[in-house]
């Protein structure tokens, strides 16, 4: 039967989060643990949120926390970090019609290749055992990748990146084997029928330059994308050439993507403590009736991110969070949320 993953903007029946804030997080656990909850608390307003716990006082903390809210359950599962869009599953639809299910699309993830920025734990098998924690089926692919390696408008168009997806830690050079054909291949099972290949950044720490870093994809057919033209922040030396790609390629209907730079925050408004800091704002979450990101105290450049989502999203609310601490350890919103569709 027929795979397809559903673009972030279709209708969705839950939004799957974890509170599970790893002891790598040090002293600054207690800020992301409030930044974190202040996600939860926005997304629920707009979905059901089914935060995953693991067994003892993390569950205990995430029931009391999140008691009064009704929109907000707690699963216990063994879990042992927040990224839920790379260690969680994917979740798409299989069948046609009416007669559609859910599946959980398993990555086969490894902890961004294993790099010494982060080894594989316990917590990272989520997705094989999909259906005691999700419920529903699993399907594996055959190559190895994360969910936020991945752009999609549920048409069959998927944009990607060479330097996450082609790095020898997700997916090795093998003799006779042509890497990225394997991978369009592997991609049509779930309804995929055009690849956008961008370079991506292979500078970037752990993930190796993932596609929600600096793309998001809307349903009007425009593509925001972290801009170039920045006198105040350099863009990774493949941004140009990536940019211009998304320009000029077709996706699976023929229609080229109306492509609109979005300029990052400027340095000097926030408080950058590590390279990992995720200054954008397109690492955003796609609710029903929302789109919720990150600000980050520039007040003109959060400014035109919040008009230009609005743009982009219309008829959804725009709620714009401050996360720095999330931020230093490399993520966003939509790193922190892996959503269900709903089969009606």
């Known amino acids: 039967m027929a795979i397809r993953i559903p673009a972030e903007w279709e209708t969705h029946a839950c939004c799957w989060m974890a509170w599970a804030v790893h002891r790598e997080w040090g002293t600054a656990a207690a800020r992301v643990k409030r930044e974190l909850s202040s996600v939860v608390l926005t997304i629920s307003r707009y979905e059901p949120v089914r935060l995953l716990a693991p067994r003892g006082p993390a569950a205990r903390e995430a029931r009391r926390k999140f008691s009064a809210n009704a929109n907000v359950t707690v699963v216990e599962a063994p879990v042992d970090d927040i990224w839920m869009r790379d260690i969680a599953p994917t979740f798409a639809l299989r069948g046609n019609g009416r007669r559609q299910e859910i599946v959980a699309i398993d990555w086969n993830f490894n902890a961004w290749g294993s790099s010494e920025a982060r080894s594989p734990r316990r917590g990272d098998r989520l997705a094989k ?35 996450c997806l082609l790095h020898p830690g997700r997916n090795p050079v093998r003799r006779g084997v042509d890497r990225q054909r394997a991978i369009e291949r592997g991609l049509r099972r779930f309804g995929i029928r055009k690849v956008i290949w961008l370079e991506g950044d292979p500078g970037e720490p752990i993930t190796s330059g993932h596609i929600d870093g600096y793309v998001l994809l809307a349903p009007s057919g425009a593509a925001l994308v972290d801009a ?59 609710a029903n009736g929302a789109v919720i990101g990150a600000c980050f105290g520039d007040s003109k450049r959060d400014a035109a991110a919040r008009k230009a989502l609005a743009r982009a999203f219309p008829n959804r609310d725009v709620i714009m969070l401050r996360i720095d601490a999330i931020a230093e350890g490399g993520g966003g919103v939509h790193c922190l949320t892996q959503p269900m569709p709903t089969t009606q």
């Open 129 to 163: 055992i999909a259906a005691s924690v999700f419920g529903v089926p699993r399907v594996q692919a055959n190559f190895t990748a994360e969910g936020g390696a991945f752009a999609t408008d549920g048409r069959g168009t998927l944009i990607t990146t060479r330097s």
């Open 228 to 286: 170039c033209t920045d006198r105040e922040t350099a863009p990774p030396m493949w941004r140009a050439h990536d940019i211009a790609r998304l320009e000029e390629t077709k996706c699976a209907n023929s229609r080229r993507l109306k492509v609109r730079q979005l300029r990052a925050p400027r340095l000097r408004c926030y408080a950058k403590r590590s390279d990992w800091f995720a200054a954008s704002y397109l690492n955003a979450y796609v």
